[in-house]
Nanobody, 120 residues
């Protein structure tokens, strides 16, 4: 079983920056793709960024050029550097990971979310 814990959310003015962190812990053989999603009030959860175990990234058009995903496989962490934040970035941000356990079963796990609020 793998657990994900996000941190780094908070309140920031438009144009500011925040850095989110997500730590994976538990028993697993390997962690594959990790990603960040967000859900604003009254809206569906949407993809923000994904990063493969090899470091390849993909971003939603709305955050390209402003957000950067990275990961440190040695400590099983993924990060989201968010710059030039806009009020429309306000949401709960969730970390997601796919992993393989020692029985070679691949599963997906979500973190509990961290709130990001951007004021205008």
């Amino acid at each position: 079983q793998v657990q994900l814990v996000e941190s780094g959310g908070g309140f920031v003015q438009a144009g500011g920056s925040l850095r989110l962190s997500c730590a994976a812990s538990g028993r697993f053989f390997s962690i594959h793709d990790m990603g960040w999603y967000r859900q604003a009030p009254g809206k569906q959860r949407e993809l923000v960024a994904t990063i493969s175990s090899g470091g390849s990234t993909m971003y939603a058009d709305s955050v390209k050029g402003r957000f950067t995903a990275s990961r440190d496989n040695a400590v099983n962490r993924v990060y989201l550097e968010m710059n030039s934040l806009k009020p429309e970035d306000t949401a709960v941000y969730y970390c997601k990971a796919s992993y393989r356990d020692y029985m070679s079963v691949v599963s997906v796990v979500w973190g509990q979310g961290t709130q990001v609020t951007v004021s205008s």
